[in-house]
């Protein structure tokens, strides 16, 4: 029997992708698989845009709620998980819908990626150096070290300027060796979602006045409770970092929300710079009245070509 075709929609956030994913997944019969890594936190829902249980049609997610907000993500515990999932909702004869803007987990789960290690004492050590040089001195660093890997991280991803120093010292190897290539890993169809930079733009500010008035303030309050402050990576997302700020009295509320929209739109930019360049993915118009016909066409196509499973 051949093997349930992978789905994936991608693109910049407050593109649609997940109606889409629920649109495909209703009517081929499969299974949404989130690839937000900030959906993969249990309670962070307004701030990250989930859908609710109630609106996700009764089909089943995975990849949500999986992590305390004191966890912090791993691209390669996610790979391993992911994987998981998509061969099991497979053995069920269904496609596996991905969906998701966290462009580095949705390579770990659809191309050939081998995850490099990690030390937290060195990432910790290289933490404290940047806490003491700056961005610009690690970044320097890097691209004296590894120019092909600094010319592909943006020069304030601090974040990723130290993880690609951590795996040059534990590996001995250029970053850049362990940067994944173009390579599905097992048959795939992606389909990317983009809208106008100025319709995307008022998008976004609308989410985010929409998360404050659907009471962000609050679930970051429970949040707390369960140990926010201590999650490295939960407490830095997008709109809580700014709402604990809020709560703080370090920014007023008005403040928070212009800092989370213009955040949130340089990482919608960054989401174009990723996906964008890639010849795999198939662009559709987030605002065409016929977006889930196309689709559609496009993933019935492909799974003739893949052998014909419907």
Known sequence: MTVPLVVAVVGATA?????????LAEHLGGEVVNADASQLYEGMDIGTAKVPVSQRRGIPHHQLDVLEVTEEASVAAYQAATRADIGTIQSRGAHPVLVGGSGLYVRAALDRLDIPPTDPRVRIRLEEEAHAAGTPTMYARLRASDPVAAQAIQPNNLRRVIRALEVIELTGRPFSATMPGREYHQPTLTLGLRAPRDLLDHRIADRVHRMWASGLLDEVRTLETRGLRRGRTASRALGYAQALAQLDGVLGEDE??????????????RQESWFGPDPRVHWLDSGSPDVVDRALALVRAAIGDN????
């Open 256 to 269: 928070a929300k212009e800092q989370t929209i213009a955040m949130t739109r340089r990482y919608a930019r």
């Open 15 to 23: 593109t649609g992708k997940s109606d889409l994913a629920l649109d």
């Open 307 to 310: 052998g014909g499973h419907g």
